[in-house]
């Protein structure tokens, strides 16, 4: 049986990684592209309406009036409903892509509260609904605050390539900065904390196993 919780060493990390898609793998896999296959559907119902009723209203205007620019004379009529999908088409790949992002956190969690996959694609849907202002929340903080930090940082860090001394740190650096993120995400999606005090604990984690974790990111 799998063992969620315990600690682990570097080759812990590859030899349960293999054993975790050997017990869930089928399962986690199904879910995943069932609900990804939904929103590219969305997504591609969307981009042929868009074009079917755009492009067919844009060819008829210019056969009947071929001497004027019927084209920049659409988009002006219809600047709004133009405006209005783009708007619809954002939300619709937002979502896409924040579900992309949680979906192995959540589904964790479901196997934590379940001890096994028993649970369905409703399931996960209704766990991802229950956290979307969460993940909202996270991600703006990640934008608006971690994420203007660590661009200075990495930064610094190019240029101190010039240097040689700071190629060896880039290469420590990228994957910590990227676990730091990650374990940050999972507290928060999985305990009871605030933002910061997940970028706090994520950082305590981190300092405890360094090598170990980074290494597994690497």
Known sequence: MFELY??????????????????????????????NGAFLLIVGALVFFFLKSNFQAVINESLDHPETDNLAGYFNDNFGLLIGFS?????????????????????????????????TTEDVVTIF??????????????IFL?????????????????????????????????????FSFYTYLSEDKGFFQSLNHAYLLLKKDFWTSIGATF
Do not use: E
């Open 6 to 35: 315990k600690k682990r060493q570097l080759g812990d990390y590859i030899i349960d990684t293999f054993s975790f898609f050997k017990t869930f793998g089928k399962h986690f896999f199904k879910i995943f592209f069932i609900i």
């Open 146 to 182: 971690v994420v203007p930090m660590l661009f200075v940082v990495i930064i610094l860090l190019f240029f101190l390539c010039f240097l040689i001394v700071g190629i060896p740190l880039l290469l420590i650096a990228i994957p910590t900065l990227f676990t730091w993120v990650n």
């Open 129 to 142: 609904r229950q956290n979307l202002w969460k993940i909202i929340k996270f991600c703006v903080g990640l």
């Open 87 to 119: 708007v619809l088409f954002f939300v619709v790949i937002i979502a896409l892509s924040l579900f992309n992002s949680t979906y192995p956190i959540l589904y964790l969690k479901l196997v934590d509260q379940k001890s096994k996959n028993n649970f």
